[in-house]
């Protein structure tokens, strides 16, 4: 391989990285739009947890029922947050990113990510 192929072969590695990079970010959104979506649509009814107690303390919801929306409002709750797993995928491609310029720089050729 020559020089000009290694950094072609590299370039094309930072652009896969990229793509993987953007589908996790893709999929972390998708995530948290779909928690939102439903708690939002079952808890609409719902301003803080307390009401949900509160409903089942007046025996207007069913035990089920009440387990079902303090799950969700659970779920609604996390989703705030960034999935820890999503968290170390996008550190890894970043340092894979950061592997690939490196071995470009060292080509003797620059190319920003």
Not at 60 to 82: A, G, H, N, V
Request: hydrophobic share 35%; with cysteine; proline share 1%.
């Amino acid at each position: 391989m020559t020089g000009k192929d290694i950094v072609a072969l590299q370039k094309w590695w930072i652009g896969e990285l990229e793509k993987i990079r953007d589908q996790v970010i893709s999929q972390e959104e998708k995530r948290k739009s779909k928690a939102h979506t439903k708690a939002d649509r079952e808890l609409e009814d719902f301003e803080k947890q307390s009401d949900i107690l509160d409903a089942y303390g007046f025996g207007c919801i069913t035990q089920r029922k009440f387990d079902y929306l303090m799950r969700l409002w659970e779920e609604r709750e996390k989703s705030q947050y960034p999935d820890e797993m999503a968290r170390y995928k996008l550190d890894l491609i970043g340092e894979f990113i950061q592997l690939a310029n490196k071995c470009i720089r060292n080509s003797g050729e620059k190319v920003e990510a």
